[in-house]
């Protein structure tokens, strides 16, 4: 495995970012998800090969000044990085140093019932939860997790940090097929979401050779099930690199009702609209009947 410092990456998520590997040399995780696009490994509860606050900080001012342009500093791990022992004195001095780059942390969600994990993740600009399972044997099953770990304490832990944490947080949920893709799933995620109220969810498939056999949903999919999350989430879908799904017509009028069923993003524009709709949809736009607003990077077209 590889350096502490990856990047820059531009990411249409969250913009142009230089990424922190807490966990540069192995695999270190509490899940160990059929997705993953590391090698399988034994689930671990805490970190046994820890790299030093001081070298991370080191390689990473390094790395500030050679890529003056970077928006983001994203801490990220080969694993879970918040089972890093030094992540809260880790935030603050990079805190310290930062300037005006925005600091975003991806985590599993696993250890949010964790006060401490609490505290030390509302010190980040940003905040990205994965949240795939709303049960335990989907967790089991998919996120195959630690013992110990369970949905109902996950969500009990996101729904406690959004009560301190009044910055951007995102909520990715990763969807593989005939695993977590049901209708009555999504039901169940949707309600929970509806409640913690995200930023925005983050919905996408495997894009990447998995570490289990298992298979992505297609773009036609992915779309159909986003269609069933409440209208008052954002949601935005990575779509996969390879989308099979033909650009088609839209009239105004479907314009307007598919808009009004789903916020639609820059992205999903690309892939569904043809030409003569995307200028249809400008037109719309400029006799204010849609309008735009961006969460964090994405741009989304809203009825207005
Ligand atoms: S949480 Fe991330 S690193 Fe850990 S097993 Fe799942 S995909 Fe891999």
Redesign the pocket.
């Known amino acids: 495995m590889g350096n502490i410092i990856f990047g820059p990456l531009l990411s249409r998520r969250f913009g142009k970012s230089l990424g922190i590997d807490l966990s540069p040399h192995k695999?270190q995780?509490?899940?160990?998800?059929l997705?993953?696009?590391?090698k399988p490994?034994k689930?671990v509860d805490k970190y046994d090969d820890v790299i030093s606050v001081e070298s991370i900080m080191s390689a990473l001012q390094d790395a500030l000044a050679q890529h003056k342009d970077i928006d983001v500093i994203t801490v990220t791990?080969?694993?879970?990085p918040t089972l890093y022992p030094y992540l809260d004195e880790l935030i603050d001095r990079i805190d310290a140093i930062k300037g005006d780059k925005t600091t975003l942390i991806l985590s599993?969600g696993?250890t949010i019932v964790d006060p401490d994990v609490r505290k030390a993740l509302a010190k980040f600009d940003m905040v990205k939860l994965?949240l795939d399972c709303a049960t335990d044997k989907c967790l089991k099953k998919l996120?195959?997790a630690h013992k110990g770990i369970n949905v109902a304490d996950i969500m009990q832990g996101m729904l406690d940090f959004k009560k301190i944490y009044h910055k951007p947080l995102i909520v990715e949920v990763?969807l593989v097929k005939s695993i977590n893709d049901t209708p009555e799933h999504i039901e169940v995620l949707n309600k929970f979401l509806t409640t913690l109220n995200p930023t925005r969810v983050d919905i996408g498939t495997i894009d990447r050779p998995p570490?289990y056999k298992v298979e992505p949903l297609s773009s036609a999919d992915l779309l159909e099930v986003a269609s069933h999350f409440d209208t008052s989430l954002p949601v935005y879908i990575v779509h996969r690199k390879s989308s099979e799904i033909r650009a088609g017509s839209y009239s105004n009028d479907e314009i307007l009702a598919t808009i009004a069923n789903r916020p639609l993003s820059e992205d999903d524009i690309n892939i569904l609209f043809d030409e003569q709709s995307k200028d249809r949809l400008k037109i719309l736009l400029e006799n204010k009947k849609v309008k735009i607003f961006k969460i964090y990077g994405v741009t989304f077209y809203i009825l207005a």
């Open positions: 695999k995780c509490n899940f160990d998800c997705y993953c696009e590391l490994a689930t791990a080969n694993g879970e599993n696993s994965s996120d195959r990763l570490a």
